[in-house]
């Protein structure tokens, strides 16, 4: 029984807000309400039931018709309610089992026309960046340079944000993950943006930091530190090697600028129908990568009271390598 959004769309193709599928060896049976099922009938190969009520007991009927024996659900994605449901509404012979990571291993490797859709995101997301970047002042608010991106990567054809963009100025940057606020950009501040675009349902992440006015040699430093560190981690990312190498790799780098301690999370993620999936580019994480994987490549330094630095790719795995899929340059702007 598949109930993430994201994994039936991966397996379907369905797009909506309502869906459950349930497969067995030899049959797929895909749910939904009447409001989608309709374009479900016409778009989708599998069995398409239209159900008037909850999703979940029309699978149990569905499973008791069958006559299963063991059903194996997301335990991530399923309510306790809809667990509750479900176990009531099934035979007491019929054995329920919490099993994730199935499909999420699949869409682990993209396939062509997912990195075709990737590169697509890729670059809405930079030209959303290169056109809010021009108007970009002394004066402006965080939370007006977030609306200004948002809105060009929706002219450009993005469905919605991958994620909250991130816009932060000043100290403010410093923390790593922070909402865009009414604080103005001001002369000889730092701004930190994190952003991606949706795009045909596969997102793209990058980040970049941008300074008003000339840049002073701590801030210079520190950016040339976390650049070299992101490179490091390029490097050494091709199909066959552990995750984690990549992210020590950084870590090396940023230990020899005594910056190891301001790198506060991991190095990347894998992204695609989600902005965050498989594999984790972490200390500890041991997959190993695989072509065709597309993940992030991002570290960063944050000093408190001052600012930080933080360099993001969108990266494709070769089988000898890796390919930068982000266009948009790599230096600190000078605003």
Not at 17 to 24: E, P, Q, V
Not at 49 to 58: N, T, Y
Not at 265 to 278: K, N, Q, R, V, Y
């Amino acid at each position: 029984m598949v109930s993430s959004p994201a994994n039936i769309r991966y397996l379907t193709g369905y797009a909506g807000s309502n869906g459950l599928m349930l497969m067995t060896r030899t049959e797929e049976h895909f749910f939904t309400d009447p409001r989608y099922g309709a374009d479900a009938q016409a778009h989708i190969t599998c069995q398409v039931h239209v159900a008037k009520g909850p999703l979940i007991l029309a699978a149990a009927a569905m499973v008791k018709r069958k006559k299963v024996r063991r059903v194996a659900f997301e335990p991530a994605w399923l309510h306790v309610d809809q667990f509750e449901h479900l176990k009531g509404a099934i035979p007491k012979t019929t054995v329920l089992r919490g099993v994730g990571g199935i499909v999420e291993q699949l869409r682990a490797v993209k396939s062509a026309d997912e990195i075709a859709k990737i590169r697509r995101s890729v670059r809405v997301n930079s030209e959303a960046f290169a056109r809010t970047m021009n108007r970009v002042k002394a004066g402006i608010r965080e939370h007006e340079i977030a609306a200004e991106l948002d809105f060009q990567m929706r002219i450009l054809g993005s469905e919605k944000p991958a994620f909250d963009t991130i816009v932060a100025a000043g100290a403010r940057s410093a923390l790593p993950h922070a909402h865009p606020s009414a604080h103005q950009l001001a002369p000889n501040e730092l701004l930190l943006i994190d952003m991606g675009a949706m795009v045909d349902g596969y997102a793209s992440d990058m980040t970049r930091v941008a300074h008003l006015g000339p840049v002073p040699k701590r801030t210079r430093q520190l950016y040339r530190a976390v650049a070299e560190a992101q490179q490091a981690a390029l490097d050494v990312v091709h199909a066959g090697i552990p995750a984690s190498k990549v992210d020590a790799a950084a870590r090396a780098v940023l230990k020899k600028h005594n910056l190891e301690k301001e790198f506060v999370h991991s190095t990347g993620h894998g992204l695609g129908l989600e902005i965050h999936e498989a594999p984790r580019v972490g200390k500890k994480e041991k997959t190993r990568l695989q072509a065709g994987m597309v993940i992030t490549v991002e570290p960063g330094a944050y000093i408190n009271g001052f600012g930080g630095v933080r360099i993001e790719d969108t990266v494709l795995v070769t089988e000898h390598g890796c390919q930068v899929m982000t266009p948009t340059p790599k230096r600190l702007f000078d605003l």
